[in-house]
């Protein structure tokens, strides 16, 4: 395992009949997709919770911000063997304030669970998307990953930030670069429910 400080890549995008696949660095594909719709995703993305929001503000960004992705995740390190043993979402909320500036530089993505303020949905418009994980699935995910790298080590494990490549990762777009959001679509449609049950 290596610190890292950068990356490069290309991106590329095509739908089949299970999912819309996905690679990274991300690129103007992103701006198709639709909330509601799955996709798989490949390449790397970088884990980053609340301390590394902090620790990129003040000090840059270890990795290159275009087309990437960052994940909500405090991951499950062994560090004897530089395997992930865990790596599911974290509540994703809670970087509601901090993630614009990511936005600003050219990440396209996050993942994460529980979706994300309308200030963030109106940052991503136009920009990119919020990949909802499933919480609970945390050893599935990590069995779809592998490690490359840290940055920011000093953190501690869940919250520094790790390098992570992926293969066909399963996610649903959850807030779309058009305004879509899931998570509002579920909170009308149990409101409209529950007015027509109790009337």
């Not at 994460?112 to 919020?130: A, H, N, P, T, W």
Request: glycine residues 14%; aromatic residues 6%.
């Amino acid at each position: 395992m290596t610190e890292k400080n950068g990356g490069t890549g290309g991106a590329c995008g095509a739908g089949d009949a299970a999912g819309i696949e996905l690679k990274t660095p991300l690129g103007s594909e992103v701006l198709s997709l639709r909330a509601g719709q799955r996709v798989f995703l490949t390449g790397t993305i970088y884990t980053a919770r609340d301390e590394a929001h902090l620790e990129m503000k003040k000090c840059g960004i270890p990795f290159n911000p275009k087309g990437a992705v960052v994940y909500h995740c405090g991951p499950v390190i062994d560090t004897e063997k530089n395997t992930i043993v865990a790596a599911g979402p974290t509540t994703s909320a809670r970087m509601n304030s901090l993630c614009g500036f990511l936005i600003d530089e050219g990440v396209c993505a996050f993942i994460g669970k529980g979706g994300m303020s309308r200030d963030v949905l109106e940052k991503l418009r136009g920009r990119g998307v919020y990949l909802a994980y499933t919480g609970g699935c945390a050893a599935l995910a990590a069995s779809r990953m592998k490690l490359k790298g840290v940055s920011y080590p000093h953190l501690g494990m869940a919250e520094a930030v790790w390098e992570i490549e992926c293969d066909r990762l399963p996610l649903t777009v959850a807030m779309d670069s058009a305004g879509g959001n899931i998570y509002e679509e579920v909170a009308g449609s149990a409101s409209k429910s529950f007015s027509a049950m109790f009337p």
